[in-house]
């Protein structure tokens, strides 16, 4: 528990100063989801307080974010400012590689429509 000097702040707040998310109105979605953990107890209202020490485990597109509040911060400024306000302890992700791009042959997809002229043709269309 928290003592009345330690200085606290709503999580979505945090959340947005820290640009984990673009607004706070979806920092607030994540944490009424019941998909936040601060400490590990999950988080059902935004307007939970975090405190400097906390660790919040949520994720963020394909990755789990493991983050400790390092600050609270008093507003959303730059991402520079906003990097300093918690340390990453997040387990590294495995790099999904993506296949490179094919180069088709032409002619390879769809018909061109020299191609499509010609099999009307053998087809017995007219066209």
């Known amino acids: 528990m928290t003592d009345?000097?330690?200085p606290r702040t709503r999580v979505d707040?945090?959340?947005w100063h820290a640009r984990f998310f673009k607004s706070r109105t979806l920092a607030a979605k994540l944490a009424g989801s019941g998909k936040l953990r601060v400490n590990r107890e999950i988080v059902?209202?935004?307007?939970?307080t975090v405190t400097p020490?906390?660790?919040l485990t949520f994720a963020k597109?394909?990755?789990?974010?493991?983050?400790e509040i390092v600050a609270l911060g008093e507003r959303r400024g730059p991402a520079s400012e906003a990097?300093?306000?918690y340390r990453d302890l997040s387990p590294l992700q495995p790099k999904i590689k993506t296949p490179p791009a094919v180069d088709q042959?032409?002619?390879a997809g769809r018909p061109t429509k020299e191609?499509?002229?010609t099999i009307d043709r053998l087809r017995g269309r007219s066209g």
């Open 13 to 15: 707040k945090w959340l």
């Open 105 to 107: 042959p032409r002619g």
């Open 53 to 55: 020490g906390d660790v």
């Open 115 to 117: 191609q499509r002229r």
């Open 61 to 67: 597109g394909r990755d789990i974010r493991v983050i």
């Open 44 to 48: 059902r209202k935004p307007g939970a």
């Open 83 to 85: 990097q300093t306000l």
């Open 4 to 6: 009345s000097l330690t």
